[in-house]
């Protein structure tokens, strides 16, 4: 491909993470004459302060309760204590070692990699801000993913959120997590599992809105047994200072000590000071990027992919989006992202995988299915001490019989639910699943076991 004169590069990414750096690499690797910018680390908020530091803290928050499951196994394990400062560190030590193959793998694909905040300057120009710097791009792909939300609630700055979690000096003896979703029931679990007292509280009903109901409340009722204190239809009202830490007020007019607040109450696009306005570039709902199919924004020569459009944000969602993106502009391919049947997990304890539509969502969408449902006591807790029961359930199309969502909550739940992704993805039918010959013993057999549905609706 020639670059053409008028331009300094083809392509300009504003950062640094997983989907920018993708479409940067694949661009270039194409021909294309390309440059990044990321303004803090590159890697993103999945490397640097997501999903790879929190399965990390995942593990950690694990041993405490295999030290005592071994009991039962015969091991006489008496753990002396947990050293925040050396996980913490590991922690610093393999993000760094990421963030450096980021840059690297961009080298080696030609990328012109910048570590400087971008903003748009217009529809074809972008300045970096610490050189002062103005550089032309015929394409400007924007790759900002999103920023943690605090609630204006009176003494909100009192509070961290998940980008600070990761650093604290110190473990706190007693930390409340506000909110309900995937990123509170995580780290609610990581903060018990390390040792502190851990209050959730939510101002919902029940945790993780939009998960199948009997997955919601099968998790809340787990993570009260594993010392959990879930506070439900507790909206918080205010943070005070007090002399021995921080006092919560809720508006129901409760309140409780804590050493600290953590805030998980979403995330929203960081498209704050970008710009974009210069370039006539359209925002939605929380300052999100409005893109059609192709992440092309009302802008032509610009296109957004990630968390900064609000689709769907995960990370491999991202990556997605990204080669979908040079496959469009670059190679002549017009590409869209399916965005349905994606494989979920949430890493709380006990854990979560899902994938497909819940109970309520399939039958608003075929109006008749059944179900099959199983709880039972995985074989790992029959001689422990643990009383925590697996569930796993079969939402089937009524009329096809094909598989419209497995929901499991569970050990390794997560693994399953990769697996389960790719025989769902290829229309499956509960026959299927019952011609394939079960694994034992394992907690996945009983997916290809569960012969008597449940029930049906309507």
């Not at 569970?410 to 694994?439: C, H, N, R, W």
């Amino acid at each position: 491909m020639t670059t053409e004169q008028s331009f300094d590069y083809d392509l300009f990414v504003i950062g640094g993470g997983s989907g920018g750096v993708r479409a940067a690499r694949l661009a270039s690797q194409g021909g294309a004459k390309v440059a990044v910018a990321e303004e803090y680390r590159y890697g993103g908020t999945c490397v640097i302060r997501g999903c790879v530091p929190k399965k990390l803290f995942v593990y950690a928050s694990r041993f405490h309760g295999e030290f005592e499951d071994a009991r039962g196994f015969g091991w006489d394990v008496e753990p002396s204590g947990f050293d925040w400062t050396k996980l913490r560190a590991a922690k610093d030590a393999e993000i760094s070692r990421l963030s450096q193959i980021y840059l690297t793998n961009l080298g080696k694909a030609g990328v012109t990699a910048f570590e400087d905040r971008a903003v748009v300057t217009g529809p074809n120009e972008v300045k970096l801000v610490n050189e002062g710097r103005t550089i032309t791009a015929k394409t400007i792909l924007i790759a900002v993913g999103g920023t943690p939300f605090k609630p204006e609630i009176e003494g909100a700055e009192f509070g961290i959120t998940s980008n600070e979690a990761f650093d604290l000096e110190a473990l706190p003896s007693h930390v409340t997590v506000i909110g309900g979703g995937y990123i509170a029931v995580e780290f609610a679990s990581i903060f018990n599992g390390l040792g502190s007292k851990t209050t959730l509280a939510y101002r919902g009903p029940s945790v993780l809105r939009g998960f199948d109901e009997d997955v919601r409340a099968g998790l809340t009722e787990a993570m009260e047994t594993r010392g959990v204190d879930v506070r439900l239809n507790a909206s918080p009202k205010k943070i005070e200072k007090t002399n021995d830490g921080l006092r919560l007020h809720f508006e129901d007019g409760s309140s409780l000590e804590t050493g600290l607040v953590m805030f998980a109450t979403g995330r929203v696009p960081l498209t704050e000071g970008l710009g974009l306005e210069t370039a006539g570039v359209t925002l939605g709902r929380n300052g999100k990027i409005e893109v059609d199919e192709f992440s092309q924004s009302s802008c032509p020569s610009i296109y957004a992919v990630g968390d900064v459009t609000d689709r769907v944000n995960l990370t491999p969602i991202a990556i997605r989006e990204g080669a979908a993106f040079v496959e469009t502009v670059f190679n002549d391919n017009p590409t869209k992202v399916d965005h349905s049947q994606i494989p979920t997990a949430v890493f709380s304890q006990p854990e979560v995988g899902t994938v497909g539509l819940t109970e309520e969502q399939a039958l608003e969408q075929v109006g008749a299915i059944d179900v099959y449902k199983s709880q039972f006591n995985p074989m790992r807790n029959t001689i422990s001490s643990r009383v925590e029961r697996t569930l796993m359930k079969i939402i089937v199309d009524q009329a096809s019989q094909k598989v419209l969502g497995v929901h499991i909550l569970g050990p390794d739940s997560g693994e399953m639910t990769q697996a389960l992704g790719i025989a769902l993805k290829m229309g499956a039918t509960k026959a299927d699943f019952d011609a394939t010959v079960a694994l034992h013993p394992s907690a996945a057999e009983e997916l290809v076991t569960m012969k008597e549905k449940s029930y049906s609706r309507p």
